[in-house]
């Protein structure tokens, strides 16, 4: 079984722009959630998707967006780029269920922003 | 809220030497706990997870206990290998109504050395 995927790997984009990063999740996986990763902050939460519905979200500005597909895809979108912005993002999927089951990662995607 | 405590690192060790990542958490209710490896430029992998008190989880010679009266969850290897360094990363997931997201720790990193 295919793993999650994300694309693009990598990414550099100017202070200003707008980015949208895409993960295609484990099939018959249909919770698929982001974080963010930097050696600052650590690995945070940025929101969690089921059945094309976003269930939580974290502690992030309006600028950070997603959305989930019917095949349960999801893109997350963040507009007016800062420097601060520049992280690993990672995707992770699950069966999602009471607590019970464990989030596959992708490999992530490395934005900078210059 | 919710919360995850890591030893602080990083650990250097030589081969075979046994190996201990302290890790508690702070959680209402009893969460599932999870181990995850991030190798250098790689996303996070599942390492091994509990879901109950005293739940053992295991693979590749890594072994956590579920630790309620504590609340830790301790990885630990007898013989740790060149192939073992990594940054290690507990963590907890949390569940609040229906959704799902993974609280974790600061990370510890590990260097084997031959």
């Known amino acids: 079984k295919a793993g999650v995927t994300q694309t693009p790997r990598y990414l550099i984009k100017t202070r200003g722009q707008q980015v949208t990063l895409s993960c295609s999740p484990i099939?018959?996986?249909?919770?698929v959630s982001w974080y963010q990763q930097t050696p600052g902050q650590g690995l945070q939460f940025l929101f969690e998707?089921?059945?094309?519905?976003?269930?939580n979200k974290g502690n992030f500005p309006g600028r950070f967006s997603g959305r989930q597909f019917s095949n349960s895809r999801s893109e997350m979108n963040v507009s007016t780029l800062e420097l601060g912005d520049s992280a690993l993002y990672l995707c992770?999927?699950?069966?999602?269920?009471?607590?019970?089951?464990?989030?596959?990662f992708g490999p992530g995607t490395r934005l900078t922003v210059t | 809220g919710d919360s995850v405590t890591q030893m602080e690192g990083p650990v250097t060790l030589s081969e075979e030497a046994f190996l201990t990542i302290n890790c508690t958490y702070t959680?209402?209710?009893?969460?599932?706990l999870f181990w995850y490896v991030q190798y250098p430029g790689e996303g996070l992998q599942l390492l091994l997870k509990?879901?109950?008190?005293?739940d053992k989880g295991s693979n590749k010679g890594f072994e956590a206990t579920y630790r309620k009266e504590t609340t830790s969850f301790h990885l630990e290897k007898g013989s740790v290998q060149v192939s073992d360094s990594a940054v290690y990363f507990c963590?907890?997931?949390?569940?609040?109504?229906?959704?799902?997201?993974?609280?974790f720790g600061k990370g510890t990193k590990l260097t084997v050395n031959p």
């Open positions: 963590a907890l997931l949390k569940t609040q109504g229906g959704s799902e997201k993974l609280v």
């Open positions: 998707y089921f059945s094309e519905t976003q269930r």
């Open positions: 959680a209402t209710g009893y969460p599932s």
């Open positions: 992770a999927s699950s069966l999602a269920g009471q607590g019970r089951y464990e989030q596959y």
């Open positions: 099939s018959g996986h249909r919770s």
């Open positions: 509990a879901t109950k008190a005293d």
